[in-house]
């Protein structure tokens, strides 16, 4: 059973700057690889949307919005991934929710609780 841990979530004032972090585990053996973790966010009356991937190899993708602004990184020894946000805007605040997702034979998707991240004055 693989668990996913977030952490970094909180308030902060536009223009600011959060990290968020996410590790996960299996409660038997190691993280299969290879996999791609990231980070998807669901505001208020809205879809969930993807915010940035990473694999195993380091390949990256952003949603256009974020691009200059975020970046994605992953610690494949670890198993973890951080999400660096700058020039936050309001239009940032949702719940920010990492992903882990088996990518080989049968592709299965792994949630974290979701952490919240607020933007605002």
């Known amino acids: 059973q693989v668990q996913l841990v977030e952490s970094g979530g909180g308030l902060v004032q536009p223009g600011g700057s959060l990290e968020l972090s996410c590790a996960a585990s299996?409660?038997?053996?190691?993280?299969?690889?290879?996999?791609?973790m990231g980070w998807y966010r669901q505001a208020p009356g809205k879809q969930r949307e993807l915010v940035a991937t990473?694999?195993?190899?380091?390949?990256?993708n952003y949603e256009d919005s974020v691009k200059g602004r975020f970046t994605i990184s992953r610690d494949n020894a670890k198993n973890t991934v951080h999400l660096q946000m700058n020039s936050l805007k309001p239009h940032d605040t949702a719940i920010y929710y990492c992903?882990?997702?088996?990518?080989?034979?049968?592709?299965?998707?792994?949630w974290g609780q979701g952490t919240q991240v607020t933007v605002s004055s």
């Open positions: 299996r409660s038997s053996g190691s993280i299969i690889s290879p996999n791609t």
């Open positions: 992903n882990l997702r088996y990518v080989l034979f049968r592709p299965r998707d792994y």
């Open positions: 990473i694999t195993t190899g380091g390949a990256i």
